[in-house]
């Protein structure tokens, strides 16, 4: 067993990122940061809930891992599969008890949330859609999550809009990218039921209403930092242009790495732009 499979196995990176989400969701909603102890329970409860998703999806995922991901740690042995599940376990009731101390919407909606991941892992993945459907809802919902804790939604319903729409194309093109290994564990994913060409069609209709959903937050008033947006909605075009081009698992992989630095860039395009709210585009 290695330790640092523990860290690794959260995929911490995509935990700071969601967490960062979560806090930009309460910006977003009332305009200003909020009180600092707010806002590390925020933190904390997504980035626990996505490390615990992540963990939980990876202990579902083995056997398929061992095909797409062999490096990952369930794969090569770093942790066991059981050790694995519980530890899921504990970061879901840690996180559970920190939404308890923020407020009672808080807790419910990290309760959903946390129960749609292991739902989403244990049976819903593999269906044709639905599972990207879930995905996308969990990323919608993190900046909502961030708006409830701090009793108003504002400006975050719309950042959720671009998130959920971002999250279901790179869904989409990621089955594309792994249809190797689920065809071999039997997974009906979209590209496997509906073919290749048709979901990189479907892909990049989601994408092109991102980035059309990208320009309410200017009609909103948001600050001039949000300009950084224009970065953003080309490597969503560029992905968008490879997967129609090539909508090989190779190619795919590239489009969907192009998506997510695009999500990363993003959260802070919204955050510069919520903290410029008073210099105007």
């Not at 523990?6 to 969701?25: D, Q, S, T, W």
């Not at 977003?28 to 980035?47: D, N, T």
């Not at 807790?107 to 990207?132: E, Q, R």
């Not at 496997?192 to 309410?216: C, D, E, H, R």
């Amino acid at each position: 067993m290695e330790l640092k499979a523990f860290i690794e196995i959260l995929r911490p990176h995509n935990c700071f990122i969601a967490g960062l989400v979560g806090i930009l969701g309460s910006v977003v909603a009332i305009g200003k940061f909020p009180e600092l102890k707010l806002a590390l329970l925020i933190f904390s409860v997504v980035f626990l809930g996505c490390g615990g998703g992540d963990t939980i999806n990876d202990y579902f995922d083995y056997e398929i891992d061992r095909i797409n991901r062999p490096k990952r740690p369930l794969p090569r042995g770093a942790i066991s599969r059981k050790t694995a599940f519980w530890y899921a376990i504990v970061l879901f009731a840690v996180g559970l008890v920190l939404a308890s101390r923020i407020n009672t919407n808080a807790f419910l909606l990290a309760l959903v949330a946390y129960v749609t991941m292991i739902v989403y892992a244990w049976k819903l993945k593999p269906l044709p859609f639905i599972g990207n459907l879930a995905v996308a809802f969990l990323a919608g919902i993190t900046p909502i999550y961030g708006a409830v804790s701090v009793g108003k939604i504002g400006f975050a319903g719309y950042l959720a809009i671009c998130a959920f729409l971002v999250n279901v194309a790179r869904e989409i093109i990621k089955d594309i990218e792994d249809m190797e290994g689920d065809k071999a564990e039997g997974a009906k994913t979209l590209p496997i039921v509906w073919g290749v060409k048709k979901s990189a069609y479907l892909a990049s209709i989601f994408g092109i209403a991102t980035i059309i959903a990208s320009i309410l937050p200017v009609k909103l008033g948001i600050g001039v930092g949000y300009f950084t947006i224009l970065l953003v909605d080309f490597l969503i075009l560029s992905a968008i242009f490879d997967i129609l081009k090539n909508p090989s698992p190779k190619v795919a992989g590239r489009s969907q790495r192009k998506l997510k630095l695009a999500i990363y860039l993003a959260v802070f395009s919204f955050l510069f732009g919520s903290i410029t709210q008073g210099v105007r585009l």
